[in-house]
């Protein structure tokens, strides 16, 4: 059945250009996949997960897409990972990431200390409670903001701030850059040539540690077939 | 104005028996104080916080009632802190405390290692993110669960459950023992004689606290006053 | 009897003029309370705790004091909480609470990382080995010296050093300040409006909360009663 | 070019009874990818990587192996993952992954804490290093040996250790299993049935990532191609 | 000038016997070196350092030892280092050895995680602190207590319940075992024979690095001279 | 037999001219002891120890000159500390110290956080990986690059650019300062006068404690003799 190679990567906002962003960016990925790639986003939620507030309203909405709709793997396509650990609480069967969980866990493997582009000082303070609880302190060489919202972040205007904003990393001893919100997907070859260092986006990273898990899942099911 | 002395106690699931335990162990602490101590409920919310799920789905609950109810302190009485960090975020005028922060926070003042009496196993996942996020893994002797729900805590039938956890988290180091959900409460007394060590309630915690930063805030505020 | 609801803060320097601006600044909060606050020093002690030595040396005073005096609650009033451990250890029965880990303590449910404005260099590093046997190095963002003794610090004109202080923290990731000494407390207000963040003083974390858990005593005490 | 789409992994010993359980395992996968996946070992390597001497002596064999071999990705197959970091610091343009750092990583998207099977007291001494290097003692319930070589680890008589140390590292806080060895890959199945909670084989983990990563490069590749 | 070949090892309780103990554990290296090794106690001290009131009250009384005696190295005989850090504040020219501090670090040499074996509890709970302030509570495997006065260490009885702790720590991840009393100083080859790994007194580790660090600085002294 | 009173100091690369300012700043240790002091290194090593696979190059040569060469003790003279771990797992009975850990354990006792003066930042690099392996990221500062092979270390025209790095480690909370490269030795006392704060020389350090804990062994072997 289709749905057992279908991702389905759910932005949490209500920002069309924030899915529009991510969707043409996993276009390349498509070209190389048998899997089917969507992208849906919530009308209902806010158009930003600026505050804490808005990943907490999110939370459920994201467990109710994932309750409802049918996929082999489901990617929340924030920084922040809303509703992600209650995600996997429920559906054991199925697998969830996170683009946050995913771009460090993938940061961890090109770099000695990460350091994040983050959309805002809120963000920043979302980010170090994240690293924090996923006890990677010691690797996290800090967040440094451009002050805009998520849908700003689509904007080519912002490539200046987040290259000081990188720099700023680097020199706090990061060796690895993850930009902090799925809207920014679009800068990180330029932002890679830029700071002469490997820039990490979260959505592609959660997207292709999907890739490879669900094959390693598809393998096991077919082994286990009559 | 009467909002100014009042602390509202936020169970934030549905069950009435949890909400009156947490309200009748607040009798003894309001003879004490001038302050009014008013305890409220969600209707609309599970009846415990059982997984990180019904956390996740009573955050943005907790949240609108602090909008709409005046108080000059919020507890919120769930060892999960659901939506507390969020609500503050919003309420910088306004004291927010959670009974499982308040909890752990004075253990710290109490003994060396503290250990929580969790509900079930997936509180004690919980638990444990909570305890990293605030980054006190060095003082944490770990979670013991006594595989029950929120309203069968609520229950005197437990103490010998309570007791074997609570020599469990002792042996591994524990010199302070907290009370993993609000419905604990009526236990407290007895299971500090029958475990000969201080045994906390996270929601009489919370609200000691509460009394004594809002008696500091009413000091500020007046000396303002003209 | 009276001591039922008497907190002694002690001042564990011999600067009389440290003690009576920690005296003063408690005017505010006595009006709010009708626990008896007194405030006392150590005519023996060093004028000032600014070496490790001196912590030392008074370590055994504040525990004489305690020893001799009645009080439901004793404040430990000098950042490095001389004594503090080991004046709980002898009077289990009795709230021994220390200023330097009740403001960090209460920095907790403020800020995501605090930083500390300390007297000096040598101050900086007792600050370090605390925040590290406290377990919170995650939540730290440093300390930062003004180069003054405690008895300097009672006067107003240090003003601009701490808010450099101040900012210097910040920009390394504080969102929360605490003053590193109980002689700063008259500065709190005006820092805390030219730094835009919450600023804490110490001493009066630390009477906020004695005022809160001795209720909460109180409480339990009554109930037992006949 | 078919080197372009070829992953291979590296049995860092000489074991060949090793490299076919890796082999054998990795047919199922190859059926649901285009890459192709080889295997090959060192003839004049240890055995087994049972000392952390071992580990030093075939770590330079596997950068020469790197050196000398074209692949889109390469996987060290042995827990203790050697020479892998020197392996990156040459080959910045092509992926290596280590199947311990692997399933490290994969552990944290399954569960809160991991546990390691390992071969031997001198492993699990090896495994501390490792996940305190990775700076993920946080998340790290321990690791529990059965005492046997990794030739011996290939024949299914141990499945009765293997469970049982799986019980222990659960009762010590783990809820999933990862298996300390490459040679353990045709256990796994069977002892997520008997342990009933998630068994994670490190070369798969190390391949389904590697697969997931190589896709996402070639969609790159492709993208900056005239 | 003889005093610059002196390492005076201060034992800061008053028992005689605890001192006649250390200073018999020493003959032998008495004989491998030039140094002049002597043996002080504090008659106005506690028989043992039980509590840490006791700590507190010894901590100014080795500081005063260090500012009457002459000596190339200072070394503080009571594994809790009572003193030890105001000590080196005041004598930046001389050497200040803990027992506590050397021995910890002497073990990081040796095993990978190390035990205790403590006097009481409450020794186990001053050597969690000591370890948090150091640092390395990764490496801490944890301590076990025998339940005996510094005085009643020095009686050979306690030897079973040496070993049982010992096997405690084992079993616990402990790879290298540290005596938690100078007293103990008599056990440590016979331990060392029946647990099968190395055992650690700490006087012993304090001095060995007083001699090399004092040789150290003679060779700079000389070289400095015309 | 006199290889029982013999250090062997082993530089772990072809160098040359690092042997003898290695050799040449132990000749004012000779003068203090009865302890012979070699100096080897390898010809067939690269000249420096700048990437991670020079050091896992060199960890099975160091690691054959142990078996090979007889002596009381073993220092490898390379802050990489290369093969120092799997050398220890052979020879349980002689004693193996690296210049690395040595250097940090001794900057232990002296200052409250260490900073690292490394050649590069791949070097850096390493020193993270060991201090994280280690289990002190707390103590840790960091490390600030001079931009240097071993080879130009041993140049006296580097003095500026170590004097540089040593401020801004001191700038960012170091209060004593290691070189980072046994190469680096000649430059100890006059970067101590420059900086005001104590230098490490890790050459010096490991020889000093090696002398220290082989008098110590010395003295038991002399005991158990009939």
């Known amino acids: 059945m289709s749905d057992k190679k279908r ?3 759910i932005n949490p906002n209500a920002s069309t250009r924030v899915t529009q962003v991510i969707d043409r960016e996993l276009n390349a990925i498509r070209k190389q996949t ?3 790639i969507d992208v849906c986003d919530h009308p209902s939620a806010p158009p930003g997960i600026a505050r804490q507030q808005d990943a907490d309203m999110v939370a459920p909405l994201v467990q109710q ?8 793997a489901y990617v929340v ?16 069967g199925s697998l969830v990431l996170g683009c946050g969980e995913s771009a460090i866990l993938h940061a961890l493997t090109v770099g000695d200390q990460f350091g994040i ?3 805002s ?11 924090r609880m996923m006890g990677l302190t010691s690797r996290y ?6 002050s805009a919202t998520a849908e700003e972040a689509t904007s080519p205007l912002l ?3 987040m290259v000081d904003a990188g720099r700023a990393l680097a020199s706090g001893g990061a060796n690895v850059i993850l930009m902090g919100c799925a809207g920014m997907a679009h800068f990180r070859s330029s932002l890679e040539d830029r700071l002469g260092m490997p820039v990490i986006d979260p959505t592609s990273s959660a997207v292709a540690m999907a890739l490879g898990l669900c094959t390693l899942r598809e393998s096991r099911l077919n082994e286990s077939d009559p």
Chains 1, 2, 3, 4, 5, 6 share one sequence.
Do not use: H, N
């Open 7 to 9: 991702i389905l990567v």
């Open 34 to 36: 048998s899997f089917t």
């Open 65 to 72: 897409t994932i309750r409802r709709e049918r996929a082999s």
């Open 77 to 92: 396509a924030c920084f922040s990972d809303p509703g992600l650990t209650g995600a996997r609480e429920e559906a054991k």
């Open 117 to 119: 582009i983050s959309l």
């Open 121 to 131: 000082d809120l963000s920043t303070l979302r980010q170090r409670r994240m690293v």
């Open 141 to 146: 060489a800090g967040s440094a903001a451009i």
């Open 159 to 161: 490539i200046e701030k």
